[in-house]
């Protein structure tokens, strides 16, 4: 292991092992702080998340982005604080820690035995509302998670959401589809975020009026399974509650092609998606290059993934 691979995984270490100790309103304002240093020294991730907000709202001054890109880094920290924070929290803590509108397409699917796929943004905390519904639902789920380097930074996010009730499932290695489709047709539910793509498979939509690519998982899922596809966003209020919103059911038509079929549902995803991040923007939390236009034909976009 690198020097540097070392010095990410202590970090991290550090973050669980410390943050999870600290009163709640110490680490707010640990994360705000961190967040602030790290907007006004405006490196690679804040301008690249300056720019990706220029696509969601057209129409915004210079000043405006500027305001959105540090509110987004606000946002992002406090993920983190939260996400070192969940495994020190009580169970009656994570019920009332988010408010989930429309959860009735998720409980109705799921009393209905067909399988139930969430898909998601990387909005507000995703991990929150995988624990949320572990807890208050007492559903459990299987999700995917990117292969991070080093491979103890890659151990340490797996042993985090096992802890939260979460099955992990490797997003390298070929055989994660086939469990998903098991745990679907066992009427299961499964929880994937879904608006980046990690492979080379990915189904092109047009986003915020711009190409980019998804991943065609979830829709041939969907298809393959009869499970029932449901798009959630979250964001943040100025509460400590976390907010959001299961959307309609994603339905397979009736008549096209296998791949027809996942560029209209997949379409459908986006733009669900592309809903939920214009009403909250701030709570959307893409660092990474997204659009076609701004991609580069090189290893590294695809594995540039969630570390702060």
Not at 73 to 83: A, F, N, Q, T, V
Not at 125 to 149: I, M, S, Y
Not at 252 to 279: H, Y
């Amino acid at each position: 292991m690198s020097a540097q691979d070392r010095l990410t995984d202590a970090l991290y270490g550090l973050g669980w092992g410390t943050v999870k100790k600290l009163p709640e309103p110490v680490a707010v304002r640990l994360g705000r702080t961190i967040a602030d240093l790290a907007w006004k020294q405006r490196g690679k991730g804040v301008l690249r998340l300056e720019s990706n907000y220029a696509r969601v709202v057209p129409d915004a001054s210079p000043e405006r982005l500027a305001e959105l890109s540090r509110a987004g880094m606000r946002s992002y920290l406090r993920y983190w604080m939260e996400s070192f924070r969940l495994p020190a929290w009580s169970p009656e803590r994570i019920r009332n820690g988010f408010a989930a509108k429309d959860v009735h397409y998720l409980t109705d699917g799921l009393a209905s035995d067909r399988g139930v796929i969430l898909a998601l943004p990387h909005m507000a905390n995703w991990d929150l509302a995988g624990a949320w519904v572990t807890t208050k639902l007492e559903t459990p789920f299987t999700t995917v998670a990117e292969r991070l380097k080093p491979e103890t930074l890659y151990d340490r996010f797996v042993a985090y959401r096992e802890g939260l009730g979460m099955e992990v499932l490797p997003h390298s290695g070929g055989t994660a589809f086939g469990t998903l489709a098991r745990r679907l047709r066992d009427g299961g539910l499964i929880c994937l975020v879904a608006e980046r793509d990690l492979s080379a498979s990915g189904v092109e939509v047009k986003f915020f009026g711009e190409a980019t690519r998804m991943p065609a998982g979830p829709a041939l899922l969907a298809q393959q399974t009869g499970a029932l596809l449901l798009p959630v966003t979250l964001w943040y209020d100025d509460s400590p509650v976390m907010q959001g919103r299961v959307h309609p059911p994603i339905e397979v038509p009736e008549t096209g092609t296998r791949a027809e079929k996942t560029s209209v549902m997949t379409q459908a995803l986006a733009d669900a998606f592309a809903t939920g991040i214009a009403e909250h923007p701030e709570d959307w939390h893409m660092l990474q290059r997204l659009w076609l236009a701004d991609l580069e034909p090189r290893p590294s976009d695809a594995r540039d993934g969630e570390r702060p």
